[in-house]
T-cell receptor
């Protein structure tokens, strides 16, 4: 079945440590997105990529980094510069052409600080 | 200012009651799209409906219906005869075209509790 796979489901970070969240899609979508969700809040855009080898900062990119070396993959690294990383992280994708395509989401990764 | 406002933080109903989730949006674009997503406890956001700014027809899909009114910038979602499985957080979203990139603005969500 086509879809988006995020791993791991739960992740713990120690102080000063970088951690990487995986996102893989087999929907043949050009565009991929990373969102952060805090309790009782909506989704905030961290980074997005419309095509391989290109990505742009979203609204809250500080302390995060991404890469897009393959169409299927869009990993997110939470660096030690992100002082409040505890949140639920959602990866999404869509065809990326025009503004009428819904985004499809993965199951999310819950990140906590040890 | 919030692009998408979902004023109802949490709603509790008893099974079989009807419930309406409110969504108010703000945009200067003439072409835009509105969406509703459901987030069950598992966490994944499930796409429910998309509506473009030129189509104000209401839509019904089983127990779900959507009322889009441009005059009041609202896109409300009604669940008829609610069921326990409807318990989830529901997000309304607005999509605007930004330099050929469709940026999504999500509301803060409404948590729906349906009690047996």
């Amino acid at each position: 079945d086509g879809g988006i796979t995020q791993s791991p489901k739960y992740l713990f970070r120690k102080e000063g440590q970088n951690v990487t969240l995986s996102c893989e899609q087999n929907l043949n979508h050009d565009a991929m997105y990373w969102y952060r969700q805090d309790p009782g809040q909506g989704l905030r855009l961290i980074y997005y990529s419309q095509i391989v080898n290109d990505f742009q900062k979203g609204d809250i990119a500080e302390g995060y980094s991404v890469s897009r070396e393959k169409k299927e993959s869009f990993p997110l690294t939470v660096t030690s510069a992100q002082k409040n990383p505890t949140a639920f992280y959602l990866c999404a994708s869509n065809e990326g052409r025009g503004s009428n395509q819904p985004q499809h989401f993965g199951d999310g990764t819950r990140l906590s600080i040890l | 200012a919030q692009k998408v406002t979902q004023a109802q933080t949490e709603i509790s109903v008893v099974e079989k009651e009807d419930v309406t989730l409110d969504c108010v949006y703000e945009t200067r674009d003439t072409t835009y799209y509105l969406f509703w997503y459901k987030q069950p406890p598992s966490g994944e956001l499930v796409f429910l409906i998309r509506r473009n700014s030129f189509d104000e027809q209401n839509e019904i899909s089983g127990r779900y219906s959507w009322n889009f009114q441009k005059s009041t910038s609202s896109f409300n979602f009604t669940i008829t005869a609610s069921q326990v499985v409807d318990s989830a957080v529901y997000f309304c979203a607005l999509s605007e075209a930004l330099y050929n990139f469709n940026k999504f603005y999500f509301g803060s969500g409404t948590k729906l509790n349906v009690k047996p």
